[in-house]
T-cell receptor, first 118, second 115 residues
Framework: AQSVAQPEDQVNVAEGNPLTVKCTYSVSGNPYLFWYVQYPNRGLQFLLKYITGDNLVKGSYGFEAEFNKSQTSFHLKKPSALVSDSALYFCAVRDMGHSGGGADGLTFGKGTHLIIQP | NAGVTQTPKFQVLKTGQSMTLQCAQDMNHEYMSWYRQDPGMGLRLIHYSVGAGITDQGEVPNGYNVSRSTTEDFPLRLLSAAPSQTSVYFC??????????????FGQGTRLTVV
């Protein structure tokens, strides 16, 4: 079985400071990893994904994420936070070896509320 | 390009009523799915479809039915609404069920309250 953990329900960061939203995963094989963002009363929007190759992945709105296989982590980062980054962030994982028994195999974490204070 | 369109955006039902949540995508995606989002629980998969005429159950299918008669549409039916089905429902689509590295596109959600 695969799982995703987002250990922080909420992260508070001052505007202009760097931010990190943590994600760890568990899969039996190799992972495909995704970050999505949800603004209030909106659907989820894709931010970035790790498939293979470079461990540092760059995505939309200046976000990036670092894949660390030994720590089974995929933390979301941004060098300088904006108030407009305030939203709910979801990490999700698919097992590359998934055979389709569980749909597309996409498992989401519970989400982390990111609050950027002016 | 509309992407994934869900209707209605808001709905209040009485216990025991039935209704259909509509979902349509215009990206010719093979794969479509329905999730429910509850506070502190993330997104949980209800039903999914890997193509027209093919559907299957996800993590929390009880009380819901789906069908996929066309590539574009994937309606979710609540058979007899219960207060436990109060939630926000999201429809999602992705290019192919076989290409596991593609991202999902989400609709804007339907906020359902069952009283």
């Amino acid at each position: 079985a695969q799982s995703v953990a987002q250990p922080e329900d909420q992260v508070n960061v001052a505007e202009g400071n760097p931010l990190t939203v943590k994600c760890t995963y568990s899969v039996s094989g190799n992972p495909y990893l995704f970050w999505y963002v949800q603004y209030p009363n909106r659907g989820l929007q894709f931010l970035l994904k790790y498939i293979t190759g470079d461990n540092l992945v760059k995505g939309s709105y200046g976000f990036e994420a670092e894949f660390n296989k030994s720590q089974t982590s995929f933390h979301l980062k941004k060098p300088s936070a904006l108030v407009s980054d305030s939203a709910l962030y979801f990490c999700a994982v698919r097992d590359m070896g998934h055979s389709g028994g569980g749909a597309d195999g996409l498992t989401f974490g519970k989400g982390t509320h990111l609050i950027i204070q002016p | 390009n509309a992407g994934v369109t869900q209707t209605p955006k808001f709905q209040v039902l009485k216990t025991g009523q039935s209704m259909t949540l509509q979902c349509a995508q215009d990206m010719n995606h093979e794969y479509m799915s329905w999730y429910r989002q509850d506070p502190g629980m993330g997104l949980r998969l209800i039903h999914y479809s890997v193509g027209a005429g093919i559907t299957d159950q996800g993590e929390v299918p009880n009380g819901y039915n789906v069908s996929r008669s066309t590539t574009e549409d994937f309606p979710l039916r609540l058979l007899s609404a219960a207060p436990s089905q109060t939630s926000v429902y999201f429809c999602a689509s992705s290019y192919s069920a076989r290409q596991m590295n593609t991202e999902a596109f989400f609709g804007q959600g339907t906020r359902l309250t069952v009283v």
